[in-house]
């Protein structure tokens, strides 16, 4: 069992940034390809971005984000980072992180088997 944390979510202007992390309280993260979902009230979930387990992989799955969004990792730290930058108001969401049992990001969401809580960022002035 793997137990993913997220924090760094915030109220933010638009045209701000924020860094999410997502940690595991018990367990290492570097076997696990990491991807990070959003959720918007009244919407379905939808996957933002992934990275391999190395790092050397990363995938944005929205057309909006890219070039705004940036997914990293650092495995010393057993922590993957989303940097949001350029923040819009259709950016709100709670943002999930969620680790895949695979080293590789898989192309189904449905191999994302471990969640986090969530970590809620409202973009508003």
């Known amino acids: 069992q793997v137990q993913l944390v997220e924090s760094g979510g915030d109220l933010v202007q638009p045209g701000g940034s924020l860094r999410l992390s997502c940690g595991a309280s018990?367990?290492?993260?570097?076997?696990?390809?990491i991807g990070w979902f959003r959720q918007a009230p009244g919407k379905e979930r939808e996957r933002v971005s992934c990275?391999?387990?190395?790092?050397?992989?990363?995938?944005y799955y929205i057309d909006s984000v890219k070039g705004r969004f940036t997914i990293s990792r650092d495995n010393a730290k057993n922590t993957v980072y989303l940097q949001m930058n350029s923040l819009k108001p259709a950016d709100t969401a709670v943002y999930y992180c969620?680790?895949?049992?695979?080293?590789?990001?898989?192309?189904?969401?449905?191999?994302?088997?471990?969640w986090g809580q969530g970590t809620q960022v409202t973009v508003s002035s």
């Open positions: 990275v391999n387990s190395s790092g050397s992989r990363t995938y």
């Open positions: 018990s367990n290492t993260l570097n076997d696990y390809a």
């Open positions: 969620s680790a895949s049992l695979t080293r590789y990001c898989p192309l189904s969401q449905d191999e994302y088997k471990y």
